[in-house]
Nanobody, 120 residues
Framework: VQLQASGGGLVQAGGSLRLSCAAS????????VGWFRQAPGKEREFVAA????????SYADSVKGRFTISRDNPKNTVYLQMNSLKPEDTAVYHC??????????????WGQGTQVTVSS
């Protein structure tokens, strides 16, 4: 599966953005998906994940209550709605996928990132 993230941009603190991750392939509904981010000089960190059915979600503590991950399997797309953005959310955001059940520990497929910049 190939992944392409989009929707990043520059936003003021307190604002919102919605990221999209478009996936190729006809079996996208068989993949769990996740979002990760990497800020300059920092390691990549987990943001959110969603099982293939959408029945289970997982969020990093730093984004709980502000970010929402969702998916539209017929459209082969995963979304990350980001509200109440903070300057510390500034990073390159990547989507990822792994075939199978549950919330993955590791992912097999990665998309190129989209830059999110939050100004104070």
């Amino acid at each position: 599966v190939q992944l392409q993230a989009s929707g990043g941009g520059l936003v003021q603190a307190g604002g919102s953005l919605r990221l999209s991750c478009a996936a190729s392939g006809r079996t996208f509904g068989s993949y769990a998906v996740g979002w990760f981010r990497q800020a300059p000089g920092k390691e990549r960190e987990f943001v959110a994940a969603l099982t293939r059915s959408g029945g289970r979600v997982s969020y990093a503590d730093s984004v709980k209550g502000r970010f929402t991950i969702s998916r539209d399997n017929p459209k082969n797309t995963v979304y990350l709605q980001m509200n109440s953005l903070k300057p510390e959310d500034t990073a390159v955001y990547h989507c990822a996928a792994k075939y199978g059940l549950g919330i993955p520990v590791e992912y097999d497929y990665w998309g190129q990132g989209t830059q999110v910049t939050v100004s104070s």
